[in-house]
Each structure stands twice: as structure tokens, then as C-alpha cells.
T-cell receptor, first 114, second 114 residues
Framework: DGGITQSPKYLFRKEGQNVTLSCEQN?????MYWYRQDPGQGLRLIYY???????QKGDIAEGYSVSREKKESFPLTVTSAQKNPTAFYLC?????????????FGSGTQLSVL | GNSVTQMEGPVTLSEEAFLTINCTYT??????LFWYVQYPGEGLQLLLK?????DKGSNKGFEATYRKETTSFHLEKGSVQVSDSAVYFC?????????????FGKGTKLSVIP
């Protein structure tokens, strides 16, 4: 079955620690995205990537980093510079082409601070 | 800039009641409009979309019409079921250097009671 896999489902971060959230897709999509979801705040775009080895900052990129070394993978690192990391993180992908605004989402990772 | 405003929830309805969730938007150009649905503990799924003025998107008994004159895209369903309980997000597309990213509203939580 084609889809997007996020792991882990739950993640805990200690003070000063960097953590990495995994996102893998087998839909052969060019574009991938990371969103942060806070209660009552909707979704906010952290980073996006249109093609391999290229990515752009979204609306709230500070304290986060990404890489896109393979088409199917787009990991997100939450660095110690992100002072309020507790949130639900959603990865998504799309064809990235005209008319391809439909996003396919993973099931999310809940990150909490210990 | 682009923005989406949804009616605040939560919304609680009895089974078979009529549903309306209001959504208005501010955008430059001619965006496409979307409704996504999020079931508990999951990512978002596309429910319906409309790409130009007066288009009606429909799926699973839900409908929404793209009203350019009132900049609205209200979601409606004639008879809700318990299984419709979820969070509903209105969104619009924006283009950025060839990629398509979505601007989401804050979401409206719907609870349907038997």
C-alpha cells in the first residue's frame, strides 16, 4: 500500500537535546512538507521540499532543521534552540505539480518535553 | 497575506442533524479551496476541494461551494452520523516557486451524539 509513514508515534525530549522525527513516503511524490499542530492553532508550515537536495523555510522554521537526501525521506530535527517543542508534528507529501495541491498526510508524531 | 477563518468549535450535534461549518478566506489571486478532516490520533485527509468560483466540491454527503463574492467556502451535510465526529479544517492553496502549500484554518471540532 502506498502512503506516508511517520515514526515514532510518541517521542520525548530532554532539555538541551536534539531529536529527529522520521518521515518516509512511497508515493513517488516530489514535494514533502512538515507541519506543526498545536491545540486550537491549526497547522503551521515548518519546512517544505520540492525536490531532492532542496528545501525552503516555512512560516515557523526557527529551531528546526531538515534534509532531503532521498526522494522518499524528509526527516525533521527539533533542535535545542526550539524552546517550545511540545506539539503534534505532521509530515505530508504531494506531487508538487500544477493541480497537485492534494496533500497526503502521515499519522503524526506527538513530541513532549520531559 | 493569505488567511482562513473558521467558526470556532466545538460543535455538538445529534445524529441526523444538519451541519454547517463556516469558512471565509482572504487571498491574493484565485486560490483553490479545500476541506480536510482529521480523525482522532490521525493525520489529515482531503474531504473535498473546489478550484474556481461557483465550483461545488462534494464527498461522503458533505458539500461546499466556492463563493468568490463572499469569499466563503462553508461546509454542509444534511444528516450527520456519529462516525463524522472529527476535526474539520478549511484551507486554501498558495503557490511558491512552483510548489503548492496550503494555509489552514484553526480547525472546528465536531462531536455527533447518538
Amino acid at each position: 500500500d502506498g502512503g506516508i509513514t511517520q515514526s515514532p508515534k510518541y517521542l520525548f525530549r530532554k532539555e538541551g537535546q536534539n531529536v529527529t522525527l522520521s518521515c518516509e513516503q512511497n508515493l513517488n511524490h516530489d514535494a514533502m512538507y512538515w507541519y506543526r499542530q498545536d491545540p486550537g492553532q491549526g497547522l503551521r508550515l515548518i519546512y517544505y521540499s520540492q525536490i531532492v537536495n532542496d528545501f525552503q523555510k516555512g512560516d515557523i522554521a526557527e529551531g528546526y532543521s531538515v534534509s532531503r537526501e532521498k526522494k522518499e525521506s524528509f526527516p525533521l530535527t527539533v533542535t535545542s534552540a526550539q524552546k517550545n517543542p511540545t506539539a503534534f508534528y505532521l509530515c505530508a507529501s504531494s506531487t508538487g505539480k500544477a493541480g497537485g495541491e492534494k496533500l497526503f498526510f502521515g499519522s503524526g508524531t506527538q513530541l513532549s518535553v520531559l | 497575506g493569505n488567511s482562513v477563518t473558521q467558526m470556532e468549535g466545538p460543535v455538538t450535534l445529534s445524529e441526523e442533524a444538519f451541519l454547517t461549518i463556516n469558512c471565509t478566506y482572504t487571498a491574493t489571486g484565485y486560490p483553490s479551496l479545500f476541506w480536510y478532516v482529521q480523525y482522532p490520533g490521525e493525520g489529515l485527509q482531503l474531504l473535498l476541494k473546489a478550484t474556481k468560483a461557483d465550483d461545488k466540491g462534494s464527498n461522503k454527503g458533505f458539500e461546499a461551494t466556492y463563493r468568490k463574492e463572499t469569499t466563503s467556502f462553508h461546509l454542509e451535510k444534511g444528516s450527520v452520523q456519529v462516525s463524522d465526529s472529527a476535526v474539520y479544517f478549511c484551507a486554501l492553496s498558495r503557490t511558491g516557486a512552483g510548489s503548492y502549500q496550503l494555509t489552514f484554518g484553526k480547525g472546528t471540532k465536531l462531536s455527533v451524539i447518538p
